[in-house]
């Protein structure tokens, strides 16, 4: 309830600092920065594993939110507005890179049957063990080296999804692929992951 209430404000706050913000006040729109900073910084750290990278995202973001202040009509919050911005920015600095190329050479990951699922599913249910106990550090760390190890199309479709909660039209929007090629990359990312967490347990 009180994360509720907490959103709820966070939203109210944000329609009458856009308010502001559009009428040409320059103030509310620095508050509106103050606010989402962290979180688009967040998003384009974990898409770019980059500080410098990440730190310039945020900065095209805010700047092209600006730019584009006047065009906004508020059909999703503002803050959904701007992730999605700098997730499409993240997005086209990691290709022009050519990253997602040189990711999918180098991907030493499960092997998949023809219908996309793993050709070989664990022997072991992890599930159930994971649902009894907290994630601690370490199985955290294991996760986060896996999905470090995702190739990017397979990594930013994961984060857009499964971290930022984006939906499959949304992030069809941002990287221009098909949806049912991002759920694809999706369940594979999916299985990937779920072979890191079975070898952790494995290895415990």
């Not at 973001?61 to 999703?76: P, V, W």
């Amino acid at each position: 309830m009180a994360e509720l209430e907490t959103t709820e404000r966070i939203a109210d706050a944000d329609r009458e600092l856009l308010a502001r913000a559009q009428a040409g006040d320059m103030s509310a729109f620095e508050a509106l920065v103050e606010l989402h900073r962290d979180k688009v910084y967040g998003l384009a750290l974990r898409m770019t594993r980059s500080d410098a990278d990440a730190a310039e995202i945020t900065q095209d973001t805010f700047l092209s939110a600006y730019q584009h202040l006047k065009d906004f009509r508020g059909e999703a919050a503002f803050g959904s507005w701007v992730h999605r911005i700098a997730a499409n920015n993240a997005l086209m600095r990691l290709r022009h890179r050519s990253v997602v190329k040189a990711a999918e050479e180098e991907f030493k990951g499960p092997e998949f049957n023809e219908q996309g699922s793993l050709a070989e599913y664990p022997a072991s249910d992890w599930s159930r063990r994971a649902d009894e106990q907290a994630l601690d550090a370490e199985l955290r760390n294991a996760i986060q080296q896996a999905t470090d190890r995702l190739p990017e199309a397979y990594r930013e479709v994961f984060l857009l999804k499964d971290v930022e909660g984006l939906s499959y039209e949304q992030i069809s929007e941002i990287t221009g692929d098909s949806v049912p090629a991002i759920k694809s990359r999706l369940h594979r990312a999916r299985l990937f992951l779920r072979e890191a967490i079975d070898n952790f347990y494995n290895e415990k």
